[in-house]
């Protein structure tokens, strides 16, 4: 099974932007539908964006659409969400995700995904 590690997090001053990373090992990433979900304190965790494993069909969430992206790199085994004009209300836990599918697929839901990181920090200050 895949083994998936996020980096990339910390703080940021409102308006900054941050380049997570989902560095996967084991089975080929290419394989894999990958995700990324926030969580505050507080709160359930929520979608933010997906990615099919060809990398064609991509979903964001409405809010973040136009301030993030997501992308991979299968070659390299790692996908990224970029972050950019970031708010307060950005801050929260941020989680890799992972699922096997046909290639065109993106799963936006947390039931979706089996394998998932440890997640890494996000504090945006204003």
């Known amino acids: 099974q895949v083994q998936l590690v996020e980096s990339g997090g910390g703080l940021v001053q409102a308006g900054g932007s941050l380049r997570l990373s989902c560095a996967a090992s084991?089975?080929?990433?290419?394989?894999?539908?990958s995700g990324w979900f926030r969580q505050a304190p507080g709160k359930e965790r929520e979608f933010v964006a997906a990615i099919s494993r060809n990398g064609a069909r991509t979903v964001h969430a409405d809010s973040v659409k136009g301030r993030f992206t997501i992308s991979r790199d299968n070659a390299r085994n790692t996908g990224y969400l970029q972050m950019n004009s970031l708010k307060p209300e950005d801050t929260a836990v941020y989680y890799c995700a992972g699922r096997q599918d046909f290639p065109w697929v993106v799963t936006t839901t947390v039931d979706g995904y089996r394998y998932w990181g440890q997640g890494t920090q996000v504090t945006v200050s204003s």
């Open positions: 084991g089975p080929t990433f290419s394989n894999y539908v």
